[in-house]
């Protein structure tokens, strides 16, 4: 049975609401620009590859991170330089620093399906399986395929690296972006740590506020944070004068799309998500429902829950139960509230900012389309 909140955001994105409609039409017209400068890049990059191997990477690559995807990182970037004022005459290089931050998100990708033992990513076999066809008769090296996922995903941090510094924007204002491209992924990388240590646990605890940390650190500052912060310096704006206002909009924000993705990566739907809704209960994920799940829980309850949770090789069955228990405990409509109120909470901080009035529309409606985003 589908949840009220889950039947909502189905429809929300069936029938999007009017400062949905605007962000997503703002979504329509970059979108495709991203991609334009994403696919420019890879095919100057393949032409100039100095072997056949490399040119073959670099064409998966490329058909990898042009996967259909929100491009969501990328678009609050754009939104923030336009709603900070920023010179229109720049905005194709703007665009080139922009699709740098969508490779870095499919570096991550990378990475994190390699972590998780993820098979599927955005409708298509995972990077590391790419690879694993593509290499596995050449040697006896049976990890081939995550080996080469690894350090092509270097690869694209480098290429993001390329794509900004080969932009014609302004000195100290490309020092400045970088100063926050390279907080910006190393307190993602502490986030994806901590994650790691956080998954498959031995125990579960009343208290624990893991998920909430994993969500700040690997999500909230990642997705929208940052993104606003760099569009504002692009902008030529100050980041100190901005980044306390940035910071109530942006990470109630980002918590929420990580809440989102939580609830959706249990109870969702395998084709909306372009990834199997077992996934997260399989790998033992530490969301923010199997912590909700152990608070509300009675002891009993708790060690019953604990004890399947935690178990390796669980069953269909076993996934079966653990969803009912996170329903049947209320964990999943307290997840859903929490949703709520920081998208709430997020709104409420949208007159805050020093943006002009488009800027603060489009984040508004970035607010209203979050619930259709994955």
Same mark, same amino acid.
């Given at each position: ?89 720049? &905005? *194709?290089? !703007? #665009? ?9 998100? @499919? +570096? /991550? ?51 993001? &690296? *390329?794509? !900004? #510094? ?9 020092? @400045? +972006? /970088? ?196």
């Amino acid at each position: 049975m589908r949840s009220a909140a889950l039947q909502t955001m189905k429809e929300t994105k069936e029938n999007p609401t009017p400062q949905a409609r605007r962000f997503n039409r703002f979504a329509e017209k970059y979108s495709p620009r991203i991609d334009l400068s994403i696919e420019k890049y890879f095919a100057g990059k393949k032409k100039d590859a100095g072997h056949a191997f490399m040119a073959v990477i670099v064409n998966d690559l490329a058909e990898y991170c042009l996967r259909p995807g929100k491009r969501l990182r990328p678009l609050v970037l754009i939104a923030a330089y336009r709603g900070y004022g920023g010179d229109a005459s720049s &905005l *194709r290089e !703007i #665009l080139a620093i922009a699709s740098s931050l969508e490779l870095m998100h @499919s +570096f /991550l990708l990378v990475q994190d399906d390699i972590i998780d033992r993820s098979s599927v990513r955005r409708g298509g076999d995972a990077f590391h399986l790419l690879m694993q066809r593509r290499f596995a008769g050449l040697t006896r090296n049976p990890g081939i395929g995550s080996d080469v996922a690894l350090v092509a995903a270097d690869v694209l941090f480098c290429d993001a &690296l *390329r794509l !900004i #510094l080969g932009a014609k924007i302004d000195g100290a204002a490309k020092e @400045s +972006f /970088l100063g926050l491209f390279a907080r910006a992924y190393e307190r993602t990388a502490w986030g994806q740590i901590l994650d790691i240590i956080n998954t498959r646990p031995l125990a579960l605890r009343t208290g624990d506020t893991a998920a909430r940390e994993i969500g700040l650190m690997k999500t909230a500052y990642y997705t929208v944070y940052y993104p606003l912060l760099m569009g504002c310096v692009l902008a030529g704006v100050s980041p100190a004068r901005e980044r306390r206002a940035i910071g109530r909009f942006a990470l109630p924000l980002g918590h929420a799309f990580q809440v989102r993705d939580d609830i959706l990566g249990v109870f969702g739907d395998k084709i909306e998500m372009g990834k199997s809704a077992d996934s997260d209960i399989m790998e033992g994920k530490k969301t923010v429902l199997v912590q909700n799940t152990i608070e509300l829980l009675d002891a009993g309850g708790r060690k019953r829950f604990e004890t399947l949770f935690t178990k390796p090789g669980k069953t269909k069955a076993d996934i079966a139960r653990i969803r009912a228990v996170m329903r049947e405990s209320g964990a999943l409509a307290a997840a859903e509230e929490m949703h709520r109120r920081l998208i709430g909470q997020a709104v409420r901080a949208v007159p805050s900012l020093g943006m002009n009035a488009e800027g603060m529309d489009l984040l508004i409606g970035l607010c209203a389309a979050i619930g259709e985003l994955k």
